[in-house]
């Protein structure tokens, strides 16, 4: 059983700095893509960044500003988001894929101007 856990997200003003947190269980985290979506009330999930082995890719409303990395022997991801702006609030999913997608519960991230 595949279980993903965020953590990290908060009220934040802009130009400051948070850093998330998805600890996965269920062994398969190190085979896996893993990645963060964000969601806003209304809209679609927007992917913000991914990874496997390779190269991160990133959103171009990010780039720059956004770091994910990942540590496979805690079985943990992370995003690193520094200045962040008002449109960057939203709530943020982790998700791996192996088999299948699977999905963390959000953490809400508010950035206030």
């Known amino acids: 059983q595949v279980q993903l856990v965020e953590s990290g997200g908060g009220l934040v003003q802009a130009g400051g700095s948070l850093r998330l947190s998805c600890a996965a269980s269920g062994g398969i985290f190190s085979r896996s893509l893993v990645g963060w979506y964000r969601q806003t009330p209304g809209n679609q999930r927007e992917l913000v960044a991914r990874?496997?082995?390779?190269?991160?890719m990133y959103a171009d409303s990010v780039k720059g500003r956004f770091t994910i990395s990942r540590e496979n022997d805690k079985n943990t991801l992370y995003l690193q988001m520094n200045s962040l702006k008002p449109e960057d609030t939203a709530v943020y999913f982790c998700y791996l894929q192996y088999t299948r997608v699977y999905w963390g519960q959000g953490t809400q991230v508010t950035v206030s101007s």
């Open positions: 990874m496997s082995s390779g190269t991160p």
